[in-house]
């Protein structure tokens, strides 16, 4: 199950602006796609994940290093000599094609015979939800269809790795939330892996096998979704993947000194480390307690509360003026309202669950 | 006043003076130009007033059986200004479509800069510049200076008054007219597709004829419309280029009219020039038609 599909062995790739200025797309990465696996690579724009998925589908050379697939190195391959299909962010249907056409494309490019062809278009169509559609042009399809069009084209001649670039950003948010469970479902039945590429960190959650986090051409944090979330490696991480509160202090015993005067109080995180850390408590980690609750607290005033339906989100400042975001369920909508009044809250942390990251620049 | 009637009127009003024109200068021309090419030759020019049919079998050849024989000239000159048209097209998309991909792939400035370029001949007189090919051409001019001294030929080449001479004075004109058409389409042209067709597993020839020749074939076609067409009729080129050895149909009309005195005989050979080109134009709005029809 582990075994690895893709592997690139430092990788590097610089491009050089029209300012004359040297970007380091890749930066000597190192990374494995496990067979079968659901792979996002997560990360702002410009920090070259798209570089990444590009050099796998061969349309980027590296500066060095080397990519292979499944054991061949494929570092000098031709595009379409490499056994990747890609789905393109505009999904790149051919206007002058019918849908059958763009779906058989890569079967006819292989001398697959016409009947044979035919089946297996349909096939690929069904599975995508639009079966009986070949006859179509692809410009009389909506954005959603075409996009299920560009994903038939793309595994109808079974690649080994299927790369997605960032396929589903021009769909509105309902159908994109459908098409993101689709996928997931499609991957696990094609028992393919598929190479994800993203901005959109929900997206990366509710998908993935694994998510790389990448900055500047280099990967932050490689892990499944859980793991990223609860115990982000550093705090580019822990601010890229869903809302955080992060306090930077010093370790001392037991406890993280914070720069403010504030004590966090740890459950042996800190073990026999000294010096500064950073630690994470997400929002719906703090709960509204009493003055008298005998977990530890921070006291804070609320400076706004927002009521989304699913809960609440309570923006609130310490007494030193840190801001912390709390998310309250509508369970606690009591204490919330208790809140709401005082402009007061106690927030409740159980040092268990506080994940400790180094502090940036200083290990 | 109703308004499609006032509608109706302003462009009334607005087509008017172009329309009147057309009629007057055109139209009415075109007209004499039909029923002339029906009545027969006066001895000396004009037209006789008598029902004449023979003026269009001549140019196949089969003329008047009363004092006439089979003789295809007039056939061959037809025949010639076909391949000669066609040649020209098939040389300046040589000539643009590789051209038109450079072009497209540059920066915006070096984009003007090119397709300036490739306007400028339009500031210079046309027949000085295909005088100028007479002097490169001709039997003592540079090429052959060059040949010669380096002893590479013995006898200097016959390079003017060919009908390779009036196919590259062809060129020469109609590569700016070729170019245009062919570069909107290269310009426009999604690379997208053509990466997508690659990630697909088809290599660059495959690409080729199946997504980038396709998508550009608009350009292609409206470019060799726009060549052939004026091609065909030309008669400057071939007059100074091809001599008295190599003739077009524009060339013979002009003959015809002026020293054969042959104005029927020249008035049908103008019909069937236009009539070659309207067939042609019909193809092109046929073809695009149908590419529009199926979403292209």
Redesign the interface.
């Known amino acids: 199950m582990s075994e690895s599909i893709v592997e690139l062995v430092g990788a590097r790739k610089v491009f050089t602006s029209p300012e004359g200025a040297e970007v380091k797309a890749l930066d000597s990465i190192d990374m494995q796609v496990c067979r079968n696996e659901f792979l996002t690579l997560l990360g702002p724009s410009g920090c070259g994940k798209t570089t990444m998925l590009q050099s796998i589908g061969g349309f980027v050379r590296l500066d060095s290093g080397t990519i292979s697939i499944d054991g061949v190195d494929v570092t000098q391959t031709p595009p379409h000599r490499r056994p990747v299909n890609t789905v393109f962010q505009s999904y790149a249907l051919f206007p002058h094609m019918s849908v059958g056409q763009n779906v058989g494309y890569a079967l006819e490019v292989r001398g697959v015979a016409q009947a044979e062809r035919r089946w297996q278009v349909g096939e690929a169509l069904a599975m995508v939800g639009l079966g009986g559609l070949e006859q179509r042009r692809p410009n009389q399809l909506s954005g959603g269809q075409q996009q299920r069009v560009a994903l038939a084209r793309a595994i109808v001649a079974r690649p080994k790795l299927l790369l997605l670039d960032e396929p589903l950003s021009a769909l509105d948010r309902n159908l994109r939330h459908s098409m993101q469970i689709e996928l997931k479902t499609l991957q696990a039945e094609l028992g393919i892996s598929f190479v994800f590429v993203t901005h959109d960190q929900e997206e990366a959650l509710t998908m993935s096998d694994r998510i790389a986090v990448l900055r500047d051409g280099r990967i932050q944090q490689i892990a499944p979704p859980r793991q990223i979330y609860d115990q982000p490696g550093n705090a580019f991480v822990a601010g890229f993947i869903g809302a955080s509160n992060l306090f930077e202090g010093q370790i001392g015993d037991d406890v993280l000194a914070l720069d403010d005067g504030e004590v966090l109080h740890l459950a042996g995180q800190g073990g026999d480390r000294s010096g500064r850390a950073i630690a994470i408590i997400r929002p719906e980690q703090f709960t509204l307690a009493s003055a008298t609750d005998e977990r530890p607290t921070l006291e804070a005033t609320v400076d706004q509360i927002i009521f989304v339906g699913a809960g609440f989100e309570l923006y609130l400042r310490t007494k030193s003026g840190r801001r912390i975001s709390v998310a309250a369920p509508a369970s606690a909508r009591d204490a919330v309202a208790r809140a709401e009044t005082l402009r007061q809250a106690h927030l409740a942390y159980d040092p268990l669950h506080l994940h400790l990251m180094p502090a940036e620049g200083k290990g | 006043m109703s308004a499609p009637l006032r509608e109706r009127l302003q462009l009334g009003l607005l087509l008017g003076p172009a329309s009147i024109f057309l009629a007057i200068f055109f139209l009415v021309p075109l007209g004499i130009m039909v029923v002339t090419s029906f009545l027969a030759p006066g001895l000396y020019g004009g037209v006789e007033w008598e029902f004449y049919p023979h003026n269009f079998g001549r140019i196949l050849g089969f003329a008047d059986p009363a004092f006439e024989e089979f003789d295809p000239v007039y056939l061959e000159i037809f025949l010639r200004s076909m391949r000669i048209a066609a040649m020209t097209v098939l040389a300046t998309l040589l000539v643009c479509y590789p051209a038109a991909f450079c072009i497209s792939m540059m920066s915006q400035w070096w984009k003007n800069f090119c397709l300036f370029l490739i306007a400028l001949p339009f500031f210079t007189s046309l027949i000085v510049r295909l005088f100028v090919w007479v002097l490169i051409l001709r039997q003592s001019g540079p090429i052959n200076d060059v040949l010669l001294s380096l002893g590479l030929i013995e006898r200097p080449l016959e390079m003017i008054y060919t009908e390779g001479a009036i196919i590259l004075g062809l060129v020469y004109i109609f590569v700016p007219f070729m170019f245009m058409p062919v570069y909107a389409s290269v310009e426009k042209l ?1 690379w ?2 053509v ?9 660059p020839i ?2 080729f004829m ?2 980038i020749l ?2 550009t074939a608009p350009g292609i076609i409206g470019g060799s419309v726009i060549v052939f067409i004026p091609a065909l009729g030309n008669f400057v080129v071939p007059a100074i280029l091809g001599g008295a050895k190599v003739m077009m149909l524009g060339n013979l009309i002009e003959q015809q009219f002026l020293s054969a005195r042959n104005w029927p005989f020249g008035s049908a050979l103008a019909m069937l020039v236009m009539s070659v080109m309207l067939i042609v134009m019909m193809g092109f709005v046929l073809i695009s038609g149908r590419r529009k029809g ?3």
């Open positions: 999604d997208s597709l990466r997508a067709s690659q990630d697909l597993g088809a290599g495959r690409t199946r997504v396709p998508l199926r979403g292209a």
